[in-house]
């Protein structure tokens, strides 16, 4: 992978954060590559290769939307982390398949697999929380049963 590659990839992610005003989820992500180099290793270094060998060629071929890429590997991340399903949470609070093209706005969780236990993994979160996103981000990823806003 080129710096050439890498550069132009950030580029068009940064220019799609701007045209969208969304969250820049590279943070949260480098949390989850954190935990995943110290529990699973062999995972951890898959998902350098996804991010080297076809997260950034694809963003900077422009052949798919930085932000549906951004969250694709978001996904892996999360599935690495725990089996499960990921899920969109709309303004109401309501849960619904995850969907590329429809997310935007939406609290973006991975939900750990029935009777596994363990909290949510955070896959991306909208420029502003609705009180029931907010509600469920704190339930469901924090931990926390009351509200902190």
């Known amino acids: 992978m080129s710096q050439d590659l890498t550069a132009a990839a950030d580029q068009l992610l940064t220019e799609a954060l701007e045209a969208s005003g969304a969250r820049d989820p590279r ?26 060998d076809r997260l950034v060629p694809l963003v900077a071929s422009g052949e798919t939307e930085p932000l549906i890429a951004w969250t694709e590997y978001g996904i892996f991340l999360a599935e690495s982390l725990m089996q499960g399903k990921t899920v969109s949470i709309d303004q109401d609070g309501l849960a619904h398949p995850y969907k590329p093209a429809a997310s935007s706005g939406k609290l973006i969780l991975h939900l750990p697999q029935s009777g596994a236990g363990g909290r949510a993994v955070l896959v991306g979160l909208p420029n502003e929380l609705s009180p029931a996103q907010k509600a469920t981000y704190d339930v469901l990823v924090s931990g926390r049963h009351r509200s902190s806003g």
């Open 27 to 52: 943070d949260y992500y480098r949390e989850r590559l954190k935990e995943l180099k110290d529990i699973a290793p062999e995972k951890y270094d898959e998902a350098i290769e996804y991010y080297r």
